[in-house]
């Protein structure tokens, strides 16, 4: 996501980077597990969102007041560190498989294997479902790409052996699959789809549990 200011999961090599970057102001980035954000970049954000809340953080931050500028020091530390805590939560997302290695009875489809197998009226009534939440995170072009790229997924398992073979093979090497694994081998062709179907994974705690 472009908006998306969290970084991760991080390599060795970029998590060096990143304690390099933080070494002399801790207070200058945020870190959860293998996830990150810069300050600079929460603040960007909050900017973003302009109105009101802008004007109060601008306040905040050119104000005197020691107690201000502690007020403006730990709003951004909240919002970096509530957002780390729920990407790297649904990063550890896994779907539980029974011994046949079938997911649950109450496991929504949010794999790609699963979603390939789906019906595409069961797609349609989820995106439907799920459109007034949508809205308030995607805009409506957005919403459109998500139903295109699943369009593009089922196409792809059905029309390239390799494509499938690659989503069997996955899914049938462990009976425990974390959804960022599996969403992974994919890459980022398939982004906002993963993003929607991360989101409702998050919501269906019942359904999974934490690696």
């Not at 801790?26 to 009101?52: K, T």
């Not at 995106?127 to 809205?135: H, V």
């Not at 994919?186 to 269906?204: R, T």
Request: glycine share 4%; net charge negative; charged share 25%.
């Amino acid at each position: 996501m472009e908006r998306c200011y969290i970084k991760g999961p991080m390599t060795d090599e970029e998590s060096i980077s990143f304690l390099a970057a933080v070494t002399n102001d801790p207070l200058n980035g945020y870190r959860l597990n293998n996830y990150c954000a810069l300050r600079q970049e929460v603040v960007n954000l909050i900017d973003e969102v302009g109105g009101f809340v802008q004007i109060t953080m601008d306040e905040l931050r050119s104000s005197s007041s020691d107690a201000d500028k502690e007020s403006h020091a730990y709003i951004i530390s909240t919002i970096a560190n509530f957002s780390l805590q729920l990407v790297s939560g649904i990063s550890n997302v896994c779907a539980v498989h029974d011994n046949r290695n079938n997911p649950g009875d109450q496991l929504p489809p949010v794999l790609p294997l699963e979603l390939c197998a789906a019906l595409s009226r069961d797609f349609v009534s989820c995106l439907g479902d799920q459109r007034i939440r949508l809205r308030h995170k995607f805009s409506d072009v957005e919403v459109e790409n998500i139903d295109e790229q699943f369009r593009k997924l089922r196409l792809a398992f059905k029309d390239q052996c390799g494509f499938s073979q690659m989503l069997h093979d996955a899914q049938a090497s462990c009976a425990v699959q974390s959804f960022e694994k599996c969403w992974s081998l994919l890459g980022n062709e398939f982004e906002q789809l993963k993003m929607f179907y991360g989101a409702i994974a998050s919501i269906m705690a019942r359904s999974y549990k934490q690696c």
